[in-house]
């Protein structure tokens, strides 16, 4: 999705007239909110992390007009650029969400959809659950 929005954007990444500091605001606006749409509910693996992170390079290369054959580092491009990494950014939604759901248990004197997301971030839940009834686990005998 982010990368089809990325394509139609080529008009204003090729524009010669247009700032810098414009196609960053609109990458930021129009891609980056696509790419990490619901993101602080994701559980972030190390591969989805080089993805995320090869993607955003290659959205930050494209603005900036330089192809991946002209050799330039990633640090080089960030630093023209200005942008964090953007496993940096999401790990901020990330825990802004967190924050907002213990604030919102505080507020409502109900720690319950904190724990239900911490158990969710577990990654020992797997399978089926046991079947209870009434909070008595059942058993097939």
């Known amino acids: 999705m982010a990368s089809s929005v990325t ?9 010669r007239r247009l ?5 960053i605001c609109v990458y930021l606006a ?3 909110s696509v790419l990490l749409y619901a993101s602080e509910t994701w559980t972030l693996t190390s591969a989805d992390a080089k993805f995320l ?5 290659k959205c930050q290369r494209r603005i900036l007009s330089i192809s991946w054959r002209q050799f330039v580092r990633n640090s080089e491009i960030s630093a ?8 940096t950014s999401s790990d901020i ?4 969400y967190i924050n907002t759901v213990i604030q919102k248990g505080f507020e409502d004197n109900d720690t319950h959809p904190f724990w239900k997301f911490v158990k ?4 020992d839940n797997f399978g ?11 058993t097939d005998s």
Request: with cysteine; glycine share 4%; proline share 8%.
């Open 7 to 15: 394509s139609s954007l080529d008009c204003i990444w090729k524009e």
């Open 19 to 23: 700032p810098l500091s414009i196609k």
């Open 30 to 32: 129009l891609v980056q």
């Open 53 to 57: 992170e090869a993607f955003h390079m």
């Open 80 to 87: 023209l650029t200005g942008l964090p990494a953007i496993t």
């Open 93 to 96: 939604d990330r825990w802004q």
């Open 120 to 123: 969710a971030q577990r990654h």
């Open 128 to 138: 089926i659950p046991p079947l209870k009834h009434h909070g008595v686990l059942h």
